[in-house]
């Protein structure tokens, strides 16, 4: 499906897969990612199946903006302020799991990682929505080869993805990992977003 420019109508169509219990794969402003919702469990198990993911390695969540982010996390003055300044971006944060998180998304301290991304097509889905999605870039489980494209991304997930959503090639390089419930956010990984105010 060519997501480039998603009508009303397609993006009906994807989060009808989605609340189907589907996996689907979208372009970001990093790589290609695999999405499903976090409340179906089903699609999670797949999710985590397809990538040959640890089952306990916590997933990242993508949200529409920086208030969907604070309904599921919580976000002090400083937070707020540094994803106000990142986001939309190619920027993971990682903060406190709130109550309204599925118990089943976050690490053993109750911390998620969480993105807006700068890219139309995962912003329309989760425009259409009432929740965030829970994604995973899309790394070819064989060799570790980043997918950039969504012919790749299909030839290797496609037998268990309801949908691969066309956005064109992406640039292929990971999203910069900060962790903001440390005293001072702390950088784990360096990718695409610049790091130089976390070093």
Same mark, same amino acid.
């Given at each position: ?42 699609? +999670? ?15 990242? !969540? ?38 309204? !998180? ?34 995973t870039s899309a790394i070819d489980p064989?060799?570790?080869?980043? !997918? ?15 949908? +691969? ?24 990984r360096a990718g695409l977003g610049p ?5």
């Amino acid at each position: 499906m060519d997501g480039r420019f998603p009508s009303p109508h397609r993006i009906e169509r994807v989060v009808s897969f989605l609340e189907d219990d589907g996996v689907i794969a979208i372009p970001t402003d990093t790589t290609y990612a695999l999405a499903c919702l976090p409340d179906h469990k089903s699609a +999670v198990e797949r999710l985590v199946a397809l990538r040959r993911l640890d089952a306990r390695k916590p997933l990242a !969540l993508m949200f529409r903006d920086l208030a969907h982010i604070a309904e599921y996390t919580m976000v002090d003055d400083r937070a707020y302020r540094i994803l106000r300044r990142y986001l939309p971006g190619p920027y993971c944060f990682i903060l406190e799991a709130g109550r309204k !998180l599925p118990r089943t998304i976050g690490d053993k301290r109750k911390r998620v990682g969480v993105r807006i991304p700068a890219h139309g097509v995962p912003q329309a889905i989760l425009s259409a929505i009432d929740t965030p999605l829970i994604v995973t870039s899309a790394i070819d489980p064989d060799n570790g080869e980043m !997918l950039t494209d969504p012919w790749a991304t299909e030839a290797c997930f496609g037998h268990g993805l309801a949908v +691969v959503l066309d956005g064109g090639d992406v640039p292929g390089v990971p999203s910069t990992i900060v962790d903001l419930t440390t005293e001072t956010p702390e950088l784990v990984r360096a990718g695409l977003g610049p790091a130089a105010d976390f070093q």
